[in-house]
């Protein structure tokens, strides 16, 4: 493969040549404090056996330059053996020792050694991130998951800071302005999980003990790591509660020791993803910090990746993946045992099976549908294809059908079969059949068939009830419709629900039972009363979408908010809302349901997902002649239901962010203009400083707003997440200069950092603002293939799916995007994936639109 990408057979070939027996790391990053130093000294020893001697290969290495290279004790040409992405290795011995010295690149865009500079004091902070193959940024390696090796760092650093790995440091040594630290050898872990966090972090230390079975006991140093501007704000006691909880848990189902020795969590800067599970020292977005209130489904989910990523210390780190196709192994499994543990574990937070239901999934649902979606245990050629399947695939709906699979083998068997699994393959890598083979001892299935249908097949189902009834309105038959390209196997419960003397929706019947082929009769249902509501696949035992019979979707039409069991009525709220995805319910329709009963959902989570997904069906969705009636309708409710919700609660909070997310109308303008110059009051609310930049942000792109107004609010909170909500408020202004600054500021340079990227492109495009970005349509096509070939893939996929003209909601933009697509046959395929990805969601809402019409 050309330039810095890497096939699966290389990989392949390679895997079948060498074996690594270990890494020796040092980073001299006393040059990070001066924002002049781009580079930093990278110095790699690897130890590792050749299986046929005199044969070649290379190492993997993004470097701007090399200093030396040393194979077996001869120097080789740096300018004949780098090419800026690989080492040539010709001539390897039985035995080999490969030693590089290089200078890597500190990174502004999040992969490898990111870079960053606290305005609010100056401080430098250091980390890396490396998946699926960034570790090659920091030092020359074999840059894939299945060579395991041990690590042992060493890391010069000024002296004042702190220095975090995988391993707990031996020794640390002062050398006048800088000290170096020597971490002990790691485990056996592949290139992308290893990790460095350095800088002057305030930390907060605990610990952590258990008795084993063996009458030994294993003891867990602990620590949570923050900026210290941040430091106030830092709730480390809570996410360490949830950290005992979670090590009492999974000790407890896996019955295998925590194997890494120290377990760190750093929360650190302009991170691009939520977390990562690197052994020992587990990296978060600092996000998780809440600066100002937040409601109980943002701690229920940092809770939940809190658990995710330990989880992976046993699914992913202990045991790991050959290759990228079965990035589920870890990644599904993760996003299962995330949900599994919060309420596993005894943590406070017991929604989580509604969270799941109601988010997990949704996300699953779109990316399921898209052209471009692909079986759980995904075909990945190359490492462009592994970037893109960190999807709602590979992560929801992977959990979901394992949720579906403890139904279906039991949870007994399951957990005995991620024993086995640990144990058998234990500092591996391995592929599915090596799972399947300790989940069929185990549960005595055979999985062959239900893998076939579940794990390599591609596509979502529906679940149709239909309901026969005689002249008394009793059942004479009931059965279940399955619809879908695969036809599967669902393990379901259907219930029927009818309303009680108090007018509540509540189930009265339940049944239990598994779904095969087209039509599947449902006996135990004959004889009963017609219900007012059948909900198949209520519970969420398996991964489908629901759809209604004509009787039970007046029901919810008119009594949904009455449904008393919180799950079920996320349920209803969810196949309400992918009928409106799928163009089967008018948006209005969909809007209707909102303004009516929203205002009785209990569950904070799922009430603010029904924000988001109406803000977007009124954005994407709604008949534009529509638009501005359906706005005042949102807004109006939203301002209702903030005057009625409890003072200073959840539910206040969430409507007044929707209140700022739908406010276009002077009155409602007005009031969020009050509120943040103190003139204006709604008791019980308090508008500190992230709900002052959301208004903010709505008196901006409303043209209420000036870039002095925003610069004096700046200076108010002049720290990292300050200047990014500057920044996107800037880019929101309605004129054309604030957009043309916007698309140069990222289009034209290399210069912003990530998280500044990511605010210029969410500040840009304003659903009010169609008509003043129409013009940079042709420009987004024309740029596709150069941003792709220059920027690294984390930038690019940012701005490919940032700027694409999504609210240009018009069939001259899908056939823009078509032409496109046809003239490009030969564009990346990760670049052409995106792109149709893109396109899918705009002819998705002109679907929609046409439905919403009439």
Known sequence: MPGKNLSRDEAQKRAGLIEVESYRVHLDLSSAP???????????????????????????????????????????????????????????????????EADCAYSRTGEGLHRFVDPVDGETYLYTHFEPADARRVFANFEQPDL?????????????????????????????????????????????????????YHVVRDHYSR???????????????????????????????????????????????????????????????????????????????????????????????????MAHMWFGDLVTMKWWDDLWLKESFADFMGSYGLIGAGTRYRSAWITFANRRKAWAYQQDQYPTTHPITADIRDLEDAKLNFDGITYAKGAAVLKQLVAYVGRDAFFEGARRYFRRHTFGNTVLTDLLAALEETSGRDLKAWTAAWLQTSGVNSLTPQVVCDADGRITELAVLQDGDTLRPHRVTVGLYDHDEAGALVRTGRIELDVAGARTSVPEASGRPRPALVLVNDEDLTYCKIRFDEVSLTTLRTALGSLTDPLARALAWSAAWNLTRDALMPARDYLDLVLRFAGQESDIGVLQSLHQQAKSALDLYAAPDWRAEGGRLLAECALRELRAAEPGSDHQLSWARFLASTADGAEHLQLLAGLLGGTGRIDGLAVDQELRWEFWLTLAAAGRATPEEIGTELERDNTASGRQRAVKCLAALPTPGAKAAAWSAVVDSDELPNALVEAQIAGFAQPNQRELTAGYTAPYFELLESVWEQRSIEIAMRIVGGFFPRLQTEQQTLDATDAWLDGHPGAAPALRRLVLECRDNLARALRAQHCDRG
């Open 34 to 100: 001066d924002p002049g130093a781009a580079t930093f000294r990278s110095t790699t020893t690897i130890a590792f056996d050749a299986a046929e001697p005199g044969a070649s290969s290379f190492a993997d290495l993004l470097a701007p330059a090399v200093r030396s290279v040393t194979l077996n004790g001869r120097e080789l040409d740096p300018a004949k053996v780098f090419d800026g992405h690989r080492v040539a290795l010709d001539g390897l011995a039985g035995h080999n020792l490969l030693v590089v």
């Open 148 to 200: 395991k090796a041990p690590f042992t760092f060493t890391v010069t650093a000024a002296a004042a800071w702190d220095v975090y790995a995988n391993a707990v440091h031996e020794s640390v040594q002062s050398e006048g302005d800088a000290r170096t630290w020597r971490f002990a050898p790691t485990r056996p872990i592949s290139t992308y999980l290893t990790a460095v966090v350095a800088g002057p």
């Open 211 to 309: 008795e084993l079975p063996d009458g030994s006991t294993l003891e867990i140093p602990l620590a949570a790591t923050c900026r210290k501007s941040l430091a106030g704000f830092f709730d480390a006691d809570e996410i360490l509660t949830v950290t005992k909880q979670g090590l009492d848990f999974f000790h407890e189902e896996f019955d295998y020791p925590y194997p890494f020795g120290k377990y760190d969590q750093c929360f650190v800067p302009e991170y691009n993803i939520g977390a990562m599970e690197n052994p020992g020292c587990v990296t978060f977005r600092e996000e998780f910090v809440f600066r100002s209130k937040v409601t109980e489904a943002a701690y229920e989910g940092r809770a939940n990746v809190v658990l995710h990523e």
